[in-house]
């Protein structure tokens, strides 16, 4: 059964596309966020959820003019939500040592099933949330079509934009105050609610399914407290030891660590590991930098072997004050300590003196960060170039010292192949398990190397640098873990596809009728992305403000080149050779150069550096998108681009981050080759 696009009001269609727009986006980054607590591998995955909307969404808009699915809303968002809890209590293992992942469940028990292979967990969340997002795709294109018939398609546009840049920010309120999830989706059920409110039996359905989902969540919830990025708990396993997990995984362990003390046992020994450093160094140092401070425990270290100033980077805020609450020694309370709640790499890249020793906690990454990236939250940090900016820092007879808990052979090689050529010798180092790390490095002048460190085994290591971060896989490529994973998903994203739409079904059996430049519009935006999200760390630091200003510039770029498309139409021919030049511009241009020390400085160039090819990228969308028939159909396949986009984003692990910005250039061009092509037809 077939029912028309509804006929409402303009303002309540405005209205409408602005909530479903705000809906989707907030949707999609409480998913990003609560999803990793619950199914311990997605964390690593983060863009799996981005691209599970986007094909959601895409299929919704090709169900536009179909059988009205708002009612499946609901009902599927609990379904993902029962089948999250349900895979919580599973332990799933990885079979690949291609990347390192911290797969620790410790909040499980011990007699809790172990599943092989982290696939299944993966597509079964893919295919859920992709479910969820269809009913919301169809709300939006359902309202994008009404404002076409109205003779108004941009109009439409700026207003999804505009709601989803109000999605954005409302999540990244409700992040940065610390909420829990069931908040989250307390808001998602508001958000939801205007769209049943035209009968009142399908509004206390609606909402009896929601408090089912709300209630699921709460019940379900083990964190004592969230941060803007993690699910944080604390356990005091004895009066010297204090737990401290996040989503699930032991992060770290508040010790008494101050002075070097007569504790035995196995604290003692881990207490003792802590002043190894130190002893190496053999002399009081005067000013010390600990970055990854955590809860404490390296800053109690400084302050009781006599340190006379530390700085002390954490990133994350309620990390910070459970080691002003509960660290024995309260070293966050010395007037000597000076605390800096910021991503270490952008502390480094400011300046900030210089120190006697340089001190990288246990900053390993738990998680990833980014609703748009594979880059993990500390990869930028363990770079050639943030030990660089790390070495800058020292006196003249300072030191660095990192400390980590290394799992695989590949890691320990790549740090000591980064160590070694930032400093131009080996490091010193002590490899000892100690719970919470099991490797010391030392360099610098004031850690003259030991003899015979290994050096000529480093010749084939690739170093992680800016333009390739990715510190824990196993080397430079596609590994056939991400190759599968690509086909699996690329698999089902065609098939949803051709199960959705007759039409596409068609053309794609027929291989004709594809509307390619849509498809590659997408694609190329959702490269774009990704891209700024990356890059943009390195100049503003790993946070998930940096993601919310990022994406409020992408989206407000993107409305403001929509709505001069709709007053002062710009060529197509100069927007392609707009976004190629910017494009270029991109590649070429140093990322680090945007990291000025005045922000307001930093920040104009940063949005001439996001902003320039989005802008003339959401012209060239906006004149293809105000001349198709069909605003649902042609909105689906953009939307389906972005999903073959989001694949694309792979490829940085075999070619670099920058690029991006090349393979971006070449989709934009086979654009303007498609248009050049169906103008040429036409004539």
């Given at each position: 059964m ?12 405005a209205?409408e596309?602005?909530?479903?727009s ?5 949707q ?7 999803l990793?607590t ?7 995955f ?9 094909l959601?969404?895409?299929i ?6 179909g ?8 009902v ?10 349900l895979?919580?209590?599973?332990a799933?293992?990885a079979n ?13 028990p ?21 479910l969820s ?12 079509d009404a ?18 840049m109000?999605?954005?920010?409302g ?6 105050s610390r ?12 958000l939801?609610?205007v769209?049943f ?16 989902v ?32 996040v989503?699930?995984s ?7 660590v ?10 003692g020994?881990?207490r003792a590991g802590?002043?190894i450093p ?8 005067r000013?010390?930098?600990v970055?990854?401070?955590g ?18 980077v ?20 010395s ?10 790499r ?15 906690g246990t900053?390993?990454?738990?998680t990833?960060?980014?609703?748009l990236s594979?880059?993990?939250?500390d990869?930028?940090?363990?770079t ?5 900016a ?6 003249a007879?300072?030191g ?5 808990l290394?799992a695989?052979d590949h890691?320990?090689l790549r740090?000591?192949?980064?160590i070694?050529?930032?400093?131009g ?7 000892e ?9 030392m360099?610098g ?6 003899a ?9 290591v ?8 990715y510190?824990?896989?196993n080397?430079r ?6 190759l599968?994973l ?12 051709a ?5 596409l079904?068609?053309?794609?059996l027929?291989l ?5 430049e849509m ?6 935006f959702?490269?774009l992305?990704?891209?700024?999200v ?15 200003v ?7 770029t ?21 976004v ?8 070429l241009?140093?990322?680090?150069a945007?990291?000025t020390?005045?922000i307001?400085?930093r920040?104009?160039?940063?949005a001439?550096?996001i902003?320039?090819p989005?802008f003339f ?9 105000a001349?198709?028939?069909?605003s649902?159909?042609s909105?689906?396949?953009?939307l ?10 792979f ?8 690029a991006?910005h ?12 498609v ?9």
């Open positions: 077939k029912i028309p696009a509804p006929e409402v009001p303009p303002k309540r269609v209205v596309l602005t909530l479903a705000l809906t989707v986006l907030f999609e980054l409480a998913l990003i966020r609560w990793p619950r199914v311990r591998v997605v964390a690593y983060p863009n799996l959820i981005l691209l599970a909307a986007f959601g969404i895409g919704g808009c090709l169900r536009a003019r059988r009205d699915l708002r009612f499946l809303w609901p599927s968002l609990g379904v993902l939500v029962a089948a999250a809890i895979l919580s209590r599973i799933f293992t690949s040592a291609s990347e390192h992942l911290w797969l620790l469940y410790f909040d499980l011990r007699g809790a099933p172990v599943v092989k292979g982290i696939e299944p967990p993966i597509v079964a969340c893919f295919l859920l949330c992709t997002f269809i009913p919301l795709g169809q709300l939006v294109a359902r309202r994008l404002f076409r018939e109205s003779g108004r398609p941009l109009a439409g546009y700026g207003w999804d934009l505009l709601g989803s109000l999605g954005v920010i999540f990244a309120a409700m992040s940065f909420s829990f999830p069931a908040w989250w989706f307390v808001a998602i059920a508001i939801g609610a769209f409110l035209e009968k009142k039996r399908a509004l206390l359905i609606y909402a009896c399914v929601m408090a089912a709300i209630s699921a969540v709460g019940l379900s919830e083990k964190a004592q407290l969230y941060s803007p990025y993690y699910g944080i708990s604390a356990q005091q396993v004895n009066p010297d030891d204090i737990t401290v997990s989503n699930g032991i992060h770290q362990k508040i010790l008494a101050g002075p070097v003390e007569a504790t035995g046992g196995i604290l020994f881990v802590y002043h130190y002893r190496a160094l053999g002399r009081k140092p000013r010390v930098l970055l990854g401070a809860t404490g425990n390296d800053v109690a270290v400084a302050l009781g072997e006599g340190a006379d100033s530390i700085d002390a954490e990133i994350d805020p309620a990390i910070l004050d459970l080691g002003r609450r509960l660290h024995p020694n309260h070293p966050y309370d007037p000597k300590v000076h605390l800096y709640n910021t991503d270490a952008s502390f480094l890249n400011g300046d900030h003196g210089q120190y006697d020793l340089i001190v990288f900053l390993d990454s738990m990833r960060l980014s609703a594979a880059v993990r939250l990869n930028f940090v363990y050639e170039e943030g030990l660089s790390a070495r800058k820092a020292l006196t007879d300072g660095l010292v990192l400390y980590f290394v695989e890691l320990h740090i000591l192949k980064m070694t050529d930032v400093f010798e080996p490091p010193r180092m002590h490899l398990a100690r719970q919470m790390f099991n490797s010391i490095y360099a002048p004031a850690f003259p190397p030991s015979g460190e290994p050096t000529a085994q480093l010749e084939t690739e170093p992680a640098t800016d333009d390739w971060p510190l824990y896989l080397g490529g596609l590994t056939p873990f991400y599968s690509i086909a699996i998903l690329g698999g089902i994203s065609a098939l949803a596809v199960l959705a739409s007759r039409e079904r068609g053309s794609l027929a004709r009728d594809v509307d390619v498809f590659l519009l997408g694609a190329a959702l490269l992305e990704t891209g700024s990356t890059e943009m760390t390195l100049v503003w630091g790993v946070t998930w403000l940096t993601n919310a990022v994406f409020g510039a992408i989206l407000l993107a409305l403001l080149g929509t709505l001069l498309q709709g007053r002062v139409s710009l060529p197509w021919p100069a927007s392609v050779l707009g190629a030049a910017a494009l270029i511009a991109g590649y241009l140093p990322t680090s945007l990291a020390p005045s307001l400085v920040l104009a160039l940063s001439l550096f902003g320039a989005i990228a959401a012209t060239l969308f906006a004149s293809a998108f001349s198709r028939k069909e649902g159909l909105f689906g396949w953009n389906l681009g972005a999903v073959a986009g989001g694949l694309l984003e490829l940085s692990m075999l070619v670099g981050i920058k991006l090349l393979i971006a250039l070449t989709l934009y061009l086979a654009v303007a080759l248009r050049s092509r169906q103008m040429h037809q036409r004539a």
